[in-house]
T-cell receptor, first 114, second 112 residues
Framework: GAVVSQHPSRVICKSGTSVKIECRSLDFQATTMFWYRQFPKQSLMLMATSNEGSKATYEQGVEKDKFLINHASLTLSTLTVTSAHPEDSSFYIC??????????FGPGTRLTVL | DAKTTQPPSMDCAEGRAANLPCNHSTISGNEYVYWYRQIHSQGPQYIIHGLKNNETNEMASLIITEDRKSSTLILPHATLRDTAVYYCIGLALPNTGNQFYFGTGTSLTVIP
């Protein structure tokens, strides 16, 4: 149980385009999901907390207009990187939080912006 | 949430116990200690968590000192597949959002 998927697993895009990453909880409902970013050889950095049916809460220094988060259902949250640039290239990881349980993480999405 | 400190790297011989320490001297009474690990280019995997009592599951054991200022994750018989970065995280429950703030973790290398 407690499986979280992400799609796509890898994406390469041109600078200036937008990329959408999906995070799904496959066998449980999650009112809260989280988005992290990880640069090479660094730890995970929390970007935002996504609550179903409400606006996401962004960590300090994360541009909400650049990283659009939508949590429209109890099993799906999406992260859209708008007008992506090479510096946005990173490993993006989501997690989902079942009720009275801990966070379960997705496998990650490798974004490369050319 | 408590700041945690871990050694940056450790080696362990295959088949031996791996003991990974974590200091969390600022931990408060309602903060749990969580352990996750991340194998290269994958999402973190939950291992175990505890409040003040020692805990054991099919993956590992967690030993928390009586003063709760430190803990040790024990992998009883390390295998090559246990090579990963191990993160110790302090989290107060209940809290406002259950956010995890990852430190730098310990890179464990299991040696054949």
């Amino acid at each position: 149980g407690a499986v979280v998927s992400q799609h796509p697993s890898r994406v390469i895009c041109k600078s200036g385009t937008s990329v959408k990453i999906e995070c799904r909880s496959l066998d449980f409902q999650a009112t809260t999901m989280f988005w992290y970013r990880q640069f090479p050889k660094q730890s995970l950095m929390l970007m935002a907390t996504s609550n179903e049916g409400s606006k996401a809460t962004y960590e300090q220094g994360v541009e909400k207009d650049k990283f659009l988060i939508n949590h429209a259902s109890l099993t799906l949250s999406t992260l859209t990187v708008t007008s992506a640039h090479p510096e946005d290239s990173s490993f993006y990881i989501c997690s989902a939080l079942p009720v009275r349980d801990t966070q379960y993480f997705g496998p990650g999405t490798r974004l490369t912006v050319l | 949430d408590a700041k945690t400190t871990q050694p940056p790297s450790m080696d362990c011989a295959e088949g031996r116990a791996a003991n990974l320490p974590c200091n969390h001297s600022t931990i408060s009474g309602n903060e749990y200690v969580y352990w996750y690990r991340q194998i290269h280019s994958q999402g973190p995997q939950y291992i175990i968590h505890g409040l003040k009592n020692n805990e054991t599951n099919e993956m590992a054991s967690l030993i928390i000192t009586e003063d709760r200022k430190s803990s040790t994750l024990i992998l009883p018989h390390a295998t090559l597949r246990d090579t990963a970065v191990y993160y110790c995280i302090g989290l107060a429950l209940p809290n406002t959002g259950n956010q995890f703030y990852f430190g730098t973790g310990t890179s464990l290398t299991v040696i054949p």
